[in-house]
């Protein structure tokens, strides 16, 4: 009979993706991730990945049986959560969060406090997501967009409008601010490289920084619309146009569905939306 710990380093390479972030997760050494999946997959009578392309991939016949695993520590990680719940409130259960900046920082950090009023038994530890679809680590995932991939279920959350802001200062050049490249494909970048015609001049990761570039430079940039507007220097491009709207969507993993800390989580993260839309 395998080892159940060596299925949780089996399953922390799975969503991290490399042994060397599943290693760090766990708070050990990529030789002993190493050594245990190796010995799972022994145990097991076949490979637990197989390499492509020159990348390891999960093998295909494992399926099944990650999803056994998966919903195991899904269960697993419920259960605890009642007992901590009934065991003290003092020691409340942690639920790791992942959000891009923005969302982070600007929409769910100022109603933390409410959440702890509200649902004392659950702490939040927020992480920045640009971008990614993955978990890893994660109990949920907010982003723009729904996952297209692995066992996750995904609720819409919320929405943002975006808008093209000029300095008061600017005189209507092309020159702008926007984000990296990544990002190039997301609709706020998308509007302004339709209406400037050129790459931006300076790139930033997060909308904060890219508004201290616009505040910096006197250039335009794509902004959320809350804190465009919110900004006395700024005014929008066209402001009788309809702004870009995302959805935001929040993910966690098939395997938590009766969790009821998930889910008041995600009423607490829908409510921040509606409160920072007005």
């Not at 259960?79 to 003092?90: I, R, T, V």
């Not at 066209?238 to 395997?255: L, N, T």
Request: aromatic share 8%; hydrophobic share 40%.
């Amino acid at each position: 009979m395998p080892n159940w710990d060596d299925f949780r380093f089996f399953l922390a390479v799975r969503k991290c993706g490399t042994m060397v972030a599943a290693a760090k997760v766990l708070g050990t050494n990529v030789a002993t991730v190493s050594r245990r999946v190796e010995r799972l997959g022994q145990e097991i009578g076949l490979p637990l990945f197989i390499k492509v392309s020159g990348a390891w991939q999960l093998n295909p016949v494992m399926e099944p049986l990650v999803a056994l695993a998966e919903n195991f520590e899904g269960r697993l990680a419920y259960e605890q959560a009642k007992l901590d719940g009934q065991a003290s409130a003092a020691s409340p259960s942690r639920l790791k969060l992942g959000a891009p900046p923005f969302v982070g920082a600007g929409i769910l950090a100022p109603c933390l406090g409410a959440s702890h009023r509200n649902n004392p038994n659950i702490a939040i530890d927020l992480y920045d997501r640009p971008t990614g679809t993955s978990l890893n680590e994660l109990d949920i995932l907010i982003r723009g967009g729904p996952p297209e991939q692995g066992r996750l279920i995904t609720r819409r959350v919320g929405h943002i409008h975006y808008r093209l802001y000029r300095h008061i200062e600017n005189d209507g050049g092309t020159d702008w601010v926007g984000l990296t490249t990544e990002y190039d494909s997301s609709p706020p970048m998308k509007l302004a490289q339709g209406r400037f015609q050129r790459p931006p001049v300076m790139r930033a990761s997060q909308f904060n920084q890219l508004l201290t570039f616009a505040l910096a430079t006197r250039m335009s940039a794509p902004l959320p619309v809350a804190l465009g507007d919110s900004n006395p220097h700024l005014r929008a491009i066209e402001p009788d146009m309809e702004p870009v709207r995302i959805d935001y969507w929040a993910a966690y993993h098939s395997s938590r569905k009766s969790d009821c800390n998930i889910h008041e989580t995600l009423k607490w993260i829908a409510e921040c939306f509606k409160i920072s839309a007005g």
